[in-house]
């Protein structure tokens, strides 16, 4: 898709057919994190238990990934730009 004929704009999360992960399990990566991120080897554990890499799993975390659902709001698991 192009907008104003100038770049093409793809599709992100859960508009993209070809996303692997969707917006819920992101966040509940996320919250995940958040709670054992002290933990030694927390990190490995979640990408195991997601079926992801480590890379992955740090790209949701720092944002480079999934980073504009940062920035929106979630009301009782949905989200809501």
Known sequence: MLKNNKRSISKRGDNNPNSRLR???V???RDEVSRRRKVRGAMAQISRDYGM???ALH???SGRRWGWLIKTKVKKGVVVA
């Open 23 to 25: 917006s819920g399990i």
């Open 27 to 29: 966040i509940e990566i």
């Open 53 to 55: 890499s480590r890379g």
């Open 59 to 61: 790209d949701i975390i």
